[in-house]
């Protein structure tokens, strides 16, 4: 591999887990790989590289060089082309799964074995641009979905808003819809006096399919749009109580919102059959303040977690003890005993470490916010991928705050995470940015490394279009044969590695190349220590003897 050097960050922020660059240096020479070693690239940048030899560049570094800047200066500075540059995350591949030094030394020498025979293969090929539709549809009429077509219409951004049956209000926004009760309907407007906003109204059979400019939106009615991107905003409502003559959240808040007085004793029941989220013990609190300062009631918490440190809550928690809110934390022993509505309750208070019984007049127990039926129908037809408790994606430290499995599709507020105002109109502004990046007139490009098909070896077996995880393969019926969305893929190479046939090829890299890549992951011996009883770990030790008679 003459034609393959590779520059490795020394990290010397890692002390615990010194690497021997020396050693390493050596054993890559071997296979005739150039290393240098940059002392702190992250701070002293690339100036310390003039020797470096070789017409491809690997990088072995962390993702801290990236976000700041590093890698596009270094191939600025070297004229490197895409196909003669690639970066090896180290840090999250080989530094936070070892700790010793000899494991990591060995697995660094697998990797950049493997990565240099990639890059050695790689071929150039001609940047592909893609310029989607100028306009955007926002799925959800809601406080999530408003805020999101309020802000990209004040971008000049061309918005269609597709309204929904669900509510206007998720649990974690019902303390700020109550105090604002025009909030939703002074959103609305903002969206139709922008001019750049279509309220579409609810319909059903909604289709929707990729294309290389965005997406194609057919409806039951006849109705079709094309989209540049697809904001996924509804909002989430709970399910009835399965105590009989109990409260969910929501229905409490429309009792607030008529004005109903609500004398005698309210308990709100937390964390029953799993953690209350942190958004709606934030509105179980308002609530709670509400009914003591408006209404002259007695309030109890039951909570099994005391959250007060989650999302700006320890003010409010302190308000609600000086407001005179009692705050009980309970055992699994809870007692509730449920007569046609009438309702005991009996536990330990683990906090003072005394008994309680109360017979409340009416009972809240808060349900589990989730995505509406038909969001959930919208979803599929997006193949938008859910998380097991339905939101489109968990927070993550490696995905952009609104990004999806689609490219092309965010989501926002409530149909991200269960979020309170505060965090939704910081969401907003992180979508704002995503979409007006999607939407560059001067186009976003292609992943470099998407895959080709080779419709003579493709048996129309679509077992690439299932596998695929962002919606990027799709049938083509007039070739008989599987086509690639390039604009949607994200070059995972799942489909060429599920491909029965054999008809997928990364584009710009031979199969081949790929199996010497592993057959270099497999090259170094094992070091974790033999298995008990394993012939490697030799026959078990005698036991020691006392020198006396047994």
């Not at 491809?56 to 596009?72: D, I, Q, R, S, T």
């Not at 309702?343 to 008994?355: C, L």
């Not at 098909?453 to 990027?472: E, I, M, N, S, W």
Request: aromatic residues 6%; negative net charge.
């Amino acid at each position: 591999m003459q034609g393959v050097s590779v520059v490795m960050c020394d990290f010397s922020c890692q002390p615990r887990k010194k690497v021997d660059c020396r050693s390493l240096r050596k054993e890559l020479a071997k296979a005739g790989i150039q290393v240098v070693v940059a002392k702190k690239p992250c701070r002293q940048g690339i100036e310390n590289l003039d020797d470096l030899q070789g017409e491809k560049v690997l990088f072995a570094g962390c993702p801290l060089l990236e976000e700041n800047g590093l890698y596009g200066r270094f191939r600025e500075r070297f004229s490197a082309a895409p196909a003669n540059f690639l970066d090896l995350d180290v840090k999250r591949s080989i530094l936070d799964l070892y700790d010793d030094a000899k494991s990591i030394e060995q697995a660094l020498s697998r990797s950049i074995k493997a990565h240099a025979r990639i890059l050695e293969a790689k071929e150039a090929e001609a940047t592909e641009t893609v310029k989607p539709e100028a306009k955007v549809l926002v799925y959800g009429a809601g406080y999530s979905g408003l805020h999101a077509a309020a802000a990209l219409c004040a971008t000049d951004v061309s918005v269609d808003v597709l309204e929904t049956s669900g509510p206007t209000v998720s649990p974690g926004c019902l303390a700020e819809a109550l105090r604002n009760r025009d909030a939703v309907r002074k959103l609305r407007a903002a969206v139709e006096q922008s001019q750049n906003g279509v309220f579409i109204p609810h319909r059903n059979g909604v289709r929707l399919s990729a294309l290389e400019n965005g997406f194609h939106m057919r409806t039951g009615d006849g109705m079709e749009a094309l989209y540049g991107a697809v904001v996924f905003a509804p909002e989430r409502v709970e399910g009835p109580c399965a105590e009989e003559g109990a409260l969910n959240l929501s229905a409490l808040y429309a009792a607030l919102e008529r004005r109903q007085q609500l004398r005698g004793i309210t308990a709100f029941l937390l964390d029953r059959g799993r953690p209350s989220t942190p958004e709606v013990v934030r509105d179980v609190l308002e609530a709670a303040k509400i009914i003591r300062d408006a209404h002259r009631g007695e309030v109890w918490v039951l909570l099994r977690n005391v959250q007060v440190s989650l999302q700006y809550q320890e003010e409010l928690y302190g308000d609600c003890r000086d407001a005179g809110v009692v705050f009980v934390k309970y055992r699994e022993d809870l007692s509730l005993v449920d007569d046609y509505g009438s309702f005991d309750i009996a536990g330990h208070d683990e906090q003072v470490h005394t008994a309680f019984s109360i017979h409340p007049d009416r009972l809240v127990i808060p349900q589990i916010p989730r995505l509406p039926a038909e969001a959930g129908v919208f979803a599929a037809a997006l193949k938008l991928r859910l998380e097991k408790d339905e939101y489109s994606q968990s927070d993550s430290l490696w995905n952009l705050p609104n990004d999806t499995n689609r490219t092309g599709v965010f989501a926002v507020g409530s149909a991200r995470s269960g979020m309170i105002p505060t965090l939704i109109r910081q969401d907003v502004s992180s979508l704002v940015a995503a979409v007006e990046e999607r939407l560059d007139p001067a186009g976003f490009a292609v992943e470099e490394n998407i895959p080709v098909v080779d419709a003579d070896k493709c048996v129309y077996c679509l077992t690439c279009v299932r596998v695929c995880p962002f919606g990027a393969m799709a049938k083509d019926p007039e070739q008989g044969a599987a086509r690639v969305i390039a604009s949607a893929c994200r070059a995972c190479g799942i489909c060429v590695a599920e491909c029965p046939a054999e008809a997928l090829e990364v584009r710009n890299l031979r199969r081949e190349a790929l199996f010497s890549a592993v057959e270099a992951l497999a090259e170094a011996p094992d070091t974790r220590p033999p298995a008990a009883g394993s012939p490697a770990a030799g026959p078990p030790a005698a036991a020691p003897t006392s020198g006396g008679d047994s």
